[in-house]
């Protein structure tokens, strides 16, 4: 089928835009296009010709755009066919909106589509991209949350021999080629951002990095990974996968990380909402920005989307608070949808699980409930010892972690965010002693350090908090 695909900018349209003469916005448009024997017309950014706001809204070029769409429905324009383009659908006039009949929602492209995206652009510069099926794996499923437009730009940063001091994106061998190594590196320097919700991102956390809790990594291993891992086995054995687990326990210990964890074991896209990116002064926002973030987990599988402090929104129902019902339904409504689709998965994260709503709680929705308690003596001892090793740089210092065991013991009720700031005194109090001697060239935390931190910091949690 031979058809004439015309673009139209916003330019175009106020050029021939006259308020007081009618339909001189876009039948003109429309006119030019219709000398072709089949045309689409295509306008980008239409929100900000016909925004929400009443401010900036010129009400005669939405009379002239109502005109223009009543004449292509009565065929006074046969072969032609509007198109009108937005990256933000809810800033769009309402009223404009339910004018065209159709609405068709594009997503960030699958890892499928991503991988067609990726293979297209390789099959054209074999020479310069010489990539083999395990390097297009990997680099499709790290770019997860990319448009078919950041794909291209990677590609094209890579090709255009874009320096990094890292990963040069030359091969030592060829100066015009393209490694891998260097397409990964252009990727990870790129932030994401899902507008008004949260990042995308592949995390780089694996459950073994994560000290103690042995018990609920099994679990999350259990019913988490291993349904993704092995879904075969699970599917010929009718055994149904959890599409949602809540993570509860006191601030601190490691209910983040344990998300991120998970993300990596699964090579998963992990999409962080906190709630404050779901209050919207706005009535219906809230719930339209919560849609949209399931909207993009769903086009971006396997995916873990990661809600923090749901007790902050999702209590128990009866709130006088419209809203927050509202955005609980949604919630809800989300959840089931999810748990239709291969690769969604939702972790919840509360310190408060009993003010949580039990209907958030049941079975095919966050039906999983994990307790992430604060680290054992010996799980404090570890990472104490990995505090000061790996991050203050003190592996020599045989004295200090010698005194590792005595501070582990009295360090009850820490958490591993509290064992953090502890040791970040600790390193502060060294600094500061050397720096009164004279310039500082290698940091040496003294036992005296760890000791006067321990007496200024203080656990963070408390034991009825724990109990």
């Keep these: ?245 809540l993570l509860y326990g006191v601030p601190g210990t490691g209910k983040t990380m344990l998300a991120k964890a998970v993300a990596t074991e699964l090579s998963a896209n992990f999409i962080t909402v906190h709630i404050a990116d779901l209050i919207h002064g706005e009535v219906g926002e809230s719930e339209q920005t919560l849609a949209e973030l399931f909207r993009i987990a769903r086009s971006n599988t396997p995916c873990i989307v990661f809600m923090d402090e749901l007790q902050a929104m999702f209590t128990t129902r009866g709130t006088d608070n419209p809203h927050e019902s509202k955005l609980v339904s949604q919630l809800f409504l989300e959840m089931d949808i999810a748990a239709t689709v291969e690769g969604v998965v939702v972790l919840g994260a509360t310190n408060l699980p009993d003010m949580l709503d039990p209907s958030l709680l049941s079975a095919g929705r966050m039906d999983v409930h994990l307790h992430v308690p604060p680290p054992s003596a010996h799980d404090r001892e570890v990472l104490l010892r990995w505090l000061l090793e790996a991050k203050l740089q003190q592996q020599g210092n045989a004295e200090l972690l010698a005194e590792v065991p005595k501070v582990a013991a009295s360090t009850h009720l820490f958490t591993g965010a509290d064992l953090a700031t502890l040791c970040n005194a600790a390193a502060l109090n060294a600094f500061h002693r050397q720096q009164q001697q004279g310039p500082v060239t290698v940091l040496q935390v003294h036992v005296a350090d760890l000791q006067h931190a321990l007496q200024t910091i203080r656990p963070s949690v408390t034991q009825a908090m724990v109990d």
Excluded at 13 to 26: I, L, N, Q
Excluded at 114 to 141: C, K, S, W
Aim: overall charge negative; proline content about 7%; charged content about 20%.
């Design 1 to 245: 089928m031979d058809v004439k695909c015309i673009t139209y900018t916003l330019t175009d349209v106020y050029s021939c835009f006259d308020p007081d003469t009618p339909k001189s916005a876009f039948h003109p448009l429309l006119e030019a296009a219709a000398r072709w024997p089949q045309a689409v017309v295509v306008l980008d950014h239409v929100q900000i010709l016909f925004p929400k706001e009443d401010e900036g809204k010129d009400y005669a070029l939405v009379k002239q755009l109502v005109d223009a769409l009543e004449d292509l429905s009565c065929s006074k324009f046969p072969r032609l066919v509007l198109v009108c383009t937005t990256s933000s659908i809810d800033s769009m006039d309402p009223f404009v909106r339910v004018k065209f009949e159709d609405e068709i929602y594009l997503g960030l492209p699958s890892y499928d589509e991503r991988g067609a995206a990726l293979q297209t652009v390789l099959h054209r510069f074999p020479a310069h991209l010489p990539l083999n099926p395990r390097e297009v794996a990997e680099l499709t499923a790290s770019c997860g949350g990319y448009t078919h437009a950041q794909l291209l730009a990677c590609l094209r940063d890579g090709l255009l021999g874009t320096a990094f001091e890292e990963a040069p994106p030359a091969s030592a061998t060829d100066p015009h080629v393209v490694t891998a190594r260097a397409l990964q590196h252009i990727m990870s320097s790129r932030q994401l951002r899902l507008p008004s919700t949260g990042t995308v991102e592949i995390p780089h956390v694996a459950l073994d990095d994560v000290i103690g809790l042995e018990e609920v990594k099994a679990k999350l291993q259990e019913v988490v990974v291993w349904p993704h891992k092995y879904r075969q086995h699970f599917a010929a054995m009718h055994i149904r996968s959890s599409s949602g687990i």
